[in-house]
T-cell receptor, first 115, second 114 residues
Framework: AQKITQTQPGMFVQEKEAVTLDCTYD???????LFWYKQPSSGEMIFLIY??????QNATEGRYSLNFQKARKSANLVISASQLGDSAMYFC????????????FGAGTTVTVRA | DSGVTQTPKHLITATGQRVTLRCSPR?????VYWYQQSLDQGLQFLIQ???????AKGNILERFSAQQFPDLHSELNLSSLELGDSALYFC?????????????FGPGTRLTVT
């Protein structure tokens, strides 16, 4: 079964607007972590934000915030005030448990920011 | 720049051949992870090493092997290459997995098997 689901293959957003990227996850482990990575066309993977399963507050990092809804098993990424440089592929990932630190990735969402 | 280095950046080889991908983690990072990104499989975890020892294994083929050396750099060996092995191979590192959250990814090695 798919552990991370990203249902939006591609999105367009106007510069300076906010965009929400959806991510749902599936785990029975009470301890897990959720990550978002950005992959520009150059190919590197850039860490954006992290949310732990026991964290009470939604994570924020600059223009990135994570809308964590534990009961719904969703961890949506919100990018505020979009910039042209935000055009990239975005991946949601999960780490489960305390003894195994591999990341399971979703299929990704391509974001294109329009001027 | 994440501080993780990978060589080579690009590799073109023929079916049946063997290649070695190299990764140097960030200074101080003890754990190294290898991932494969392909069009049909997406991003998949291959294997993890921590301080020289294998820690976790994912969907890694028997034709593939890896190791982490005393200086903490790691190598991923791919043998009897097939067309389907063409992919972007990432190395990532973290200090101690249980205390740090993020894995820092290298720029990747793009392997093309012809």
């Amino acid at each position: 079964a798919q552990k991370i689901t990203q249902t939006q293959p591609g999105m367009f957003v106007q510069e300076k607007e906010a965009v929400t990227l959806d991510c749902t996850y599936d785990t029975s482990d009470p301890s897990y972590g959720l990550f978002w990575y950005k992959q520009p066309s150059s190919g590197e993977m850039i860490f954006l934000i992290y949310q732990g399963s026991y964290d009470q507050q939604n994570a924020t990092e600059g223009r990135y915030s994570l809308n964590f809804q534990k009961a719904r098993k969703s961890a949506n990424l919100v990018i505020s005030a979009s910039q042209l440089g935000d055009s990239a592929m975005y991946f949601c990932a999960m780490r489960e448990g305390l003894g195994d630190y591999k990341l399971s990735f979703g299929a990704g969402t391509t974001v294109t920011v329009r001027a | 720049d994440s501080g993780v280095t990978q060589t080579p950046k690009h590799l073109i080889t023929a079916t049946g051949q063997r290649v070695t991908l190299r990764c140097s983690p960030r200074s101080g990072d003890l754990s190294v992870y290898w991932y494969q990104q392909s069009l049909d499989q997406g991003l998949q975890f291959l294997i993890q090493y921590y301080n020289g020892e294998e820690r976790a294994k994912g969907n890694i083929l028997e034709r593939f092997s890896a190791q982490q050396f005393p200086d903490l750099h790691s190598e991923l060996n791919l043998s009897s290459l097939e067309l389907g092995d063409s992919a972007l191979y990432f190395c990532a590192s973290s200090v101690r997995p249980e205390t740090t959250h993020e894995q820092y990814f290298g720029p990747g090695t793009r392997l093309t098997v012809t």
